[in-house]
């Protein structure tokens, strides 16, 4: 049976030779990554329970977690949540088998309250959070369940990826990770919610962080404007690691000190006072925000790592892409992968997948749409290893 994957030539310049670039990637405290983070661990905790009660995954999907807001007054030193952050579990999944109701709400709002008490540090989850879990579905006849021996798609979609990251994708994608790793470890004023905006003209890079600082860890404006400082300085030699292109960096350029404006915030999160979240509103399934190259509207966070192309598939496509550029070494300077689903159709078999390279001058590319052609077969047929790699949380989804 023919996989029908497409191997093909891209006539563009690779993105590093393209002479403007915007890269964005919202921090693990940015409302909307919240609610894929919610959303995936939700996932994560059903597929946990449904594997221990009756062996495999089955249906059930949390992609459509929402986050409305709440009210706060920080100041320097102190300040309070005066409404709190109102969360709300949304989606299906298999709630009754033969007869047997299954305790799916209470194991959604416990892996929802772990989540944020492990990623939201200076959030009293007891009290600057209402969780609602609207979780609900049918019963299946667990018979029924067990016949059903193919993996078959749930939907007719496509997945996107592309390789290798370019500089300022990789500079946009590890900042985060290091402002929200080891320099809030190093910087406790600085809270979770920290975005990076990246733009690149030419030869020069310019980082654009927003850095929600925790009020109570602050107690006036120089210490403040101390901490601002440090962070933009940390961030510029780290970045620099990355680039031999020239460096700025700004942080929280909404401030404005003669007239006493500040980015604090009594939780580190900008959710404490009014901005809302969404699944699927923010990074992709690589983990960045790139409208420079190929991209997927599809939200992967919480969909169900069995059937659902539409997490499937973007994450597959990413790693073939990887895979490609590794196996040619510098002569692939870049590719784009798509798969196509149909729905009721096997997710080993797609209706089609693609890869778009740009070739480096003189190489046999002959080869290397053979070599291409072999990863996309290999990975597509060992598909169903990436499920049990997302439910143990190998496998970025956000």
Known sequence: MDRNIL????????????????????GIGHPDSIADGLAENVSQALC????????????????????VGGQSAPKFGGGAILEPIYILLVGRATTNVDGERLPYRTCALKAAYSYLQKTCKSLDVD????????ISQGSVDLRGVYETQRKLANDTS????????????????????FINGKLCAELPEIGEDVKVMAFRSGSKIDLTIAAAMVSSKIPDKGHYISVVEQCRNRVADFAKGFTDRELKVDVNTADDYEKNI???????????????????????????????RPMSMEASAGKNPVTHVGKLYNIL?????????????????????????QIGKPIDYPQAASANIIYAPNVDRAKHEREARAIYNEMLQNIDALTMQIVEGKVTVF
């Open 7 to 26: 191997i093909g030539e891209l006539s563009q310049r690779p993105i590093e030779q393209q002479t403007v670039e915007f890269v964005e990637r919202k």
């Open 48 to 67: 946990r329970m449904y594997i221990k009660r009756y062996g495999r995954i089955l249906h059930h999907n949390t992609d459509e977690t929402q986050i």
């Open 127 to 134: 009290w600057g959070v209402v969780l609602d879990c609207m």
């Open 158 to 177: 496509f997945g996107v990826g592309f390789a290798p990251l370019s500089e300022t994708e990789k500079i946009t994608l590890e900042t985060e990770k």
């Open 262 to 292: 500040y980015y604090l915030t009594v939780s580190g999160l900008s959710m404490e006072n009014g901005d809302d979240g969404s699944v699927g509103r923010g990074n992709r399934a690589n983990g960045l925000i790139t409208p420079m």
């Open 317 to 341: 496509s990413s790693q073939v892409a990887e895979k490609i550029c590794e196996m040619a070494g510098g002569d692939i300077l870049e590719v784009h992968t798509r798969i196509l689903s």
